[in-house]
Structure formats: structure tokens, C-alpha cells
């Protein structure tokens, strides 16, 4: 038996994977090492990454500079508890990040993935009103938004439809309308105002109950890459600020360059009072994920006893190889012009996507700065539809890892995929949609 056939049979011995419906998968693909934009099989196999390891990888995979820096880290300190205690990079990772963040968001708190780092923006939120005498209990976010698969965070995604067999566990959140658009949309506008009107009525209703807004901001993830403008956004904050909520951006997925900026509150020019970081925090290469708040929200956890304080951490709170990682990734945008190279991923985007936008099955083109996606005019839609397999199953025939979600396809590559990937990309995205039922 091959190394690779040994793998996988002990994999479906023994594993379980996420998001897979098991009895009918195919198996999965092994994979033994990766460079750059390319995942290399354990088969031989070389598979181009066009969705950035769902989302995570920025640089490149493998990249020299983090490997180093996780290596020395890691002989050096692996871990130790966070609470009582410190090191140098958590303090390190905290301040870069602080100095490249809007003005006012200067308190870090860590934990270890995107759904926490959003179950910790919640409890702040909660808290910050209840340490100041007011018991806050709505929350309100955008139709369709995804914030990670923990119950909280399910609960404020639970308008993405992913977690119906959960609804039991779930607990109530308002919604207001996204208003997503695309390429050549002239109902933009009517969009966002119907979008902020319901936001007014919610305001005037419940201003006084609600804790805060989150939403992810300019491109809405798992609910299928759908994006909004910077209006949309000023308006949202605008009218929090008037009404005293708090605003959550939860940039999970929109954080470090995949906007275009380096987060996507700084293309949007706006400063929300919480924002949730993780996947792109360590160039993709391990799991620690951040909450930094205004400091005005933290001083409402001071006081002499314990009762104010944020009762909240992980064992792996701020894991010192992760937070290492965290400092190379942020150098490695300036040493290496990341916000360059997305300009040009961008550039490419858009000569591509125009091009292909008069093709029949093709419809709302849009681009935000490395994340291009569209959809297939009246496909099924669906997590695991037909058509999902069976794009999947045409770009792994040609090496490139694409993950469509329902009907729409979408590319979110690493920033050092090269011109020449990125187009042999896009050439078999034209392909698909001649080629594939
Ligand atoms: C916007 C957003 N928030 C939160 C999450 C959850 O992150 P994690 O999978 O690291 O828990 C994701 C994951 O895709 C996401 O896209």
C-alpha cells in the first residue's frame, strides 16, 4: 500500500471531518507539504489554492519568515497560562497591531479562533453595558452574516442557514437587511436605504435594549462573498453613534489585506468600537485569534473586585508560537508590499471577471480586493448542491483547490500567487462554465 493509500485509509478509519457529509464524500485528498500558492499531494498531485485554506493563508504557504519565527518561539517558549502572567511576543503582536489599527481600538484580548474571538466580542459587549448598570439583552446583525460555529456565534449567524439542526440551542438575535451588490447594480442605493430605514425603526424600537451591532464589514463571508459599499457602513455607525450602541465588525475573514486595506474598517472609514481578528492574525499557520476594543469599554471592566472583571479566557490564550507568528506576518506586509501585491491580484480580478461578465450563466460579478466571486444565474443553491460537487470535483481534475459555496464561485487566492496562476485560474473558471451542467 502507497504512503498516500495508508493515510487515507487510516482517515477513514478515525477522522471526522468538518463540513463534509461523510457517507458520500469522496475521500479526502492527502496532502504532504505546501509552498507558496501550491498544496502538494502526497499522490504527486499539485493543487493550485484559490481559497487561501479557507481563508487563513495570506502570505503563501510555508512561508520562510513565519516557519523561522515559529521554530525559534517554539524552543524557546511554547506556552504558559496568560492570566498572572505575560511574554514578549503577546505584547509584541498587541502593540503592532494597535499601532496599524484605526485610532481609539487599543486593548487586545486573546483567544484562539474566529468563533471565539466573536463569542468574546458578545460577552464584552454584554458586560460593558452591565457593569454600567444596564441590563442590555438584544443584539442585532445583518441578514445572511456568519460568525463562526460556537452557540453564540451561531446564534447571531443563524440567518446564514447553516445551523437549522441546531435551533434548539440557539438564542434570539434581531436582523436588519444586508444590502449586497455587485458589479452594474443600479438598486444599490435603494438597497442601503431600506437597509438603514430598518435600522432606524429597530433604533427607535429597542435602542435601549440593544448591546450592540456586528456585522462583517464590505464583504460578507460563508453567506456567499456577498459585499456591501462604505456607505452602507458609514450610515450603520452614524446611527449607532447617535443611538449609544456598540458596533462589532467582525473581520474573521476581512482582516489582513483581503479587502484591499489592511482591514477592511480602514477601506470602509470607519472605526467600530469592537473588532474580531483571527485565520489571516498568524499569516494562516496557527490557531490564536484577538478582540481589541476601545479603551473606553475596557475601563468598564476596572474595579475593585472581581464581579466587574471579564470572566472569559482559553487555555490557549495568546499562545506565544502563535502570537511570533502574528509579529512576522505583520513585518512581512511592509518587507514584502503585500498591499501591493493585492492591488495586482485586484487588477487581474477585474480585467478577468469583466471579460467573462457577459457570459450567460454568469451574473453579479464583484470584486473587493483579493476576493472575486460571482454566481451561476439560476443554479441550485445549497451547500453540498450538485453543482457545488461537481465544479469541485472539475477544478481538483485540474489541480486547484475551489471550494463554491451554492451557487456562487468565487476566488480568495494567497497574496504571492503569481500573475500566471491567478490567469490559469481564471481560464478554467471560463471553462466551468461552458463545461460543467
Ligand atoms: C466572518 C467570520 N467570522 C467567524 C468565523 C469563524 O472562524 P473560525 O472558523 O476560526 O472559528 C469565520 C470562519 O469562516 C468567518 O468567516
Not at 481534475?397 to 451557487?407: A, K, S, V
Request: with cysteine; glycine share 8%.
Amino acid at each position: 500500500m502507497s504512503k498516500a493509500a495508508e493515510v487515507v485509509a487510516l482517515d477513514r478509519q478515525h477522522v471526522w471531518h468538518p463540513y463534509t457529509q461523510e457517507m458520500t464524500a469522496p475521500s479526502p485528498v492527502p496532502i504532504s507539504h505546501a509552498q507558496g500558492a501550491t498544496l502538494h499531494g502526497m499522490d504527486g498531485r499539485d493543487y493550485l489554492d484559490l481559497i487561501s485554506s479557507w481563508w487563513v493563508t495570506t502570505h503563501g504557504h510555508g512561508h520562510p519568515v513565519i516557519a523561522q519565527a515559529i521554530a525559534q518561539q517554539a524552543s524557546q517558549l511554547e506556552q504558559v497560562i496568560f492570566a498572572g502572567f505575560t511574554h514578549e511576543p503577546a505584547v509584541r503582536l498587541a502593540s503592532e497591531l494597535v499601532k496599524r489599527l484605526p485610532p481609539g481600538l487599543s486593548r487586545v484580548f486573546y483567544s484562539d479562533n474566529g468563533s471565539t474571538a466573536v463569542e468574546a466580542a458578545l460577552k464584552m459587549a454584554c458586560q460593558y453595558w452591565l457593569n454600567q448598570g444596564q441590563q442590555r439583552t438584544r443584539i442585532v446583525v445583518c441578514q445572511g452574516g456568519y460568525h463562526g460555529d460556537t452557540v453564540g456565534a451561531m446564534s447571531m449567524g443563524r440567518s446564514s442557514g447553516f445551523f437549522d439542526a441546531y435551533e434548539s440551542l440557539l438564542f434570539q438575535v434581531d436582523t436588519i437587511p444586508f444590502p449586497a451588490t455587485w458589479m452594474g447594480d443600479d438598486r444599490v442605493e435603494e438597497k442601503e436605504a431600506a437597509a438603514l430605514k430598518a435600522l432606524d425603526d429597530y433604533i427607535d424600537q429597542h435602542a435601549g435594549e440593544c448591546m450592540a451591532l456586528l456585522v462583517e464589514p464590505l464583504v460578507q463571508g460563508a453567506a456567499g462573498l456577498r459585499m456591501c459599499r462604505r456607505e452602507f457602513l458609514q450610515g450603520v455607525a452614524q446611527r449607532l453613534k447617535q443611538a449609544g450602541i456598540l458596533l462589532i465588525f467582525d473581520e474573521v475573514m476581512t482582516g489582513f489585506g483581503r479587502t484591499g486595506s489592511l482591514f477592511a474598517c480602514q477601506k470602509a472609514e470607519v472605526t467600530p468600537d469592537i473588532i474580531c481578528l483571527a485565520k489571516g492574525l498568524t499569516a494562516g499557520f496557527l490557531p490564536v485569534s484577538a478582540t481589541v476594543c476601545r479603551q473606553e469599554i475596557y475601563q468598564a471592566f476596572l474595579g475593585e473586585t472581581f464581579e466587574k472583571a471579564f470572566s472569559h479566557g482559553h487555555s490557549f490564550t495568546a499562545n506565544p508560537i502563535g502570537c511570533a507568528a502574528g509579529v512576522a506576518s505583520l513585518q512581512l506586509f511592509e518587507t514584502e508590499n503585500t498591499l501591493q501585491r493585492i492591488a495586482a491580484i485586484e487588477a487581474i480580478h477585474t480585467r478577468r471577471l469583466t471579460e467573462l461578465s457577459t457570459h450567460p450563466r454568469l451574473c453579479r460579478p464583484r470584486i473587493t480586493g483579493s476576493i472575486a466571486a460571482f454566481e451561476l444565474f439560476q443554479a441550485e443553491t445549497g451547500y453540498d448542491s450538485g453543482v457545488v460537487r461537481r465544479m469541485k470535483e472539475f477544478f481538483l481534475q485540474r489541480g486547484m483547490l475551489m471550494r463554491p459555496l451554492g451557487g456562487v464561485i468565487y476566488l480568495l487566492p494567497p497574496y504571492c500567487i503569481t500573475a500566471e496562476e491567478l490567469n490559469r485560474a481564471w481560464d478554467a473558471v471560463a471553462e466551468s462554465l461552458d463545461q460543467v451542467p
